[in-house]
Every structure is written in C-alpha cells, then in structure tokens.
C-alpha cells in the first residue's frame, strides 16, 4: 500500500490532510513544471492513483494547476496571479513612461502592458485610445500566447526548451507555424497579431525579460485598416520603447 494511503483522518482533520496534500502536490509541480504526470505526482506523495486524480483534477478546476494534452502538470494562472500581484504593481510603475510614451508617439492608439503568467498574458496596464474606433481590452484579462502579438513575441523571448514545451501544447500545423514566425520574431524583434485573435484588429508587440527573470510585453492594438496605415509609426515607437530602461530595473 502506498505511502500514507494505510490510515485516513476523518472529521476536522480530513479538511488539514486534503490541504497539505495540495500543498505538497503543488510543490512537486513548482519544482518541475510542465515535467510531471498524474502518475508522477502520486508516486512522489505516496498517493494511489485515484486519490492522486481527485486531488489533481481539483487543483485544476479551480485554477491552481494546469495540464496540457500530453497530461504533464504546471502551477495554474489564478496561483500564479496571486503570487504576482506585488510584482505587477510594480512593474505597472516601472513601465507608465514608457507606454505613455508609445502613445503619444502613435498618436493616441491603445497601448497594452502585459506580463507572461503561466501559459496566458495577463493585461496589468493600459492606455486607452483616443479615437472614436479603437481597441480596448480590459486590464486584468488573460490572452492566449499562439494569436495574440504579446503572446508571441513573449514566446520569442523564452530559451528553446521554455518555447517548445508551450508548442508541444499544440498540434503540428499550429506548432510548426508558431516556431516559424518565433524565428522571424527573434531576428527582428517584432510579433503581429493580422485578425488572429480577434476579426478587424491587429497588433504588434514587443516582449523582452526583465530584472529577476520575468517576460513583460508591450503591444499596440488598432482596428486592422487604421493599423496598416500606421503600421510604420506603431513599430518605431515600439522600438523606441525596447530601449527604455524600465527592462532593466
């Protein structure tokens, strides 16, 4: 019999025993993201395989983890985001001028900053458009990385091995294309979004890593005619604002 499996508690110390198992099960998984399968965990914890499912599944439907298809276990998005909250704060002071600058520079188009959250963007700051036509995402929201220009230009950023376990999520047309464009990306430091995420808007984004590790993004989305009009002015402002020296604080 597994280890730990012989004598259950019961009553109020149940409730202590499913926590710390969670706990334990969720140290295992930080130690060794996106490596680690059901079968994995329970062996580590000296769970059975069914008690080691319930824990699990529980885990990710309530967003402390996540799986991918090949059933191989990371930290989920709502822990991650909690435990960034400080993080975001400051970032969102580090990087103000900055997307202040990029709007001003484009004219009064939205610029988003966003920061790599597991396997999502999540929008920390905004500014909103001038125009009447614009695009418009609310802070707070989490965006996938495989059509959106922050999300890939994050993904350009990260080492090989980070990158391809985020692709192997994929099938192999949308895997193969994403590692085509990373390579584009990381020779000219720009992703687009062309009416990927959303019909009629696109975007262009910049992602580089700053102090203590983390992937922030700046992007500028606009309803798609008025960006490939301005596709020229939205880029140089973001390159200008790869220079800020916000990256490296």
Do not use: Y
């Amino acid at each position: 019999m597994p280890r730990g499996e012989a004598s259950l508690p019961t009553g109020r110390d149940e409730g202590i025993q499913v926590l710390r198992r969670a706990a334990a099960a969720l140290d295992e998984i930080a130690a060794e993201p996106g490596q680690l399968r059901l079968v994995d965990v329970g062996e580590r914890l000296g769970l059975a395989k069914s008690t080691a499912r319930r824990l699990l599944v529980g885990l990710v439907e309530v967003g402390l983890a996540s799986v991918d298809a090949q059933g191989r276990f990371s930290l989920g998005d709502r822990l991650l985001g909690l435990g960034g909250a400080t993080d975001s704060a400051q970032i969102c002071a580090l990087f103000r001028p900055a997307i202040e600058q990029v709007a001003r520079a484009t004219d009064g188009e939205t610029v988003d900053l966003s920061v790599l959250r597991g396997r999502r963007m999540s929008f920390v700051d905004q500014i909103e458009s001038t125009h009447r036509l614009r695009a418009v995402s609310a802070v707070g929201m989490r965006f996938p990385l495989e059509s959106t220009a922050n999300g890939k230009a994050a993904l350009a950023v990260l080492d090989d091995a980070e990158a391809l376990a985020v692709l192997s999520r994929f099938g192999p047309e949308v895997g193969d294309g994403l590692r085509r464009e990373i390579d584009v990306i990381r020779d000219t430091g720009m992703a687009f979004d062309r009416d990927e995420h959303t019909p009629g808007i696109s975007a262009a984004a910049i992602a580089r890593r700053v102090a203590g590790g983390g992937v922030v993004a700046i992007s500028v989305p606009a309803p798609s005619e008025r960006f490939r009009a301005k596709e020229g002015l939205i880029t140089a402002a973001l390159r200008a604002a790869a220079d800020s020296p916000a990256w490296t604080r």
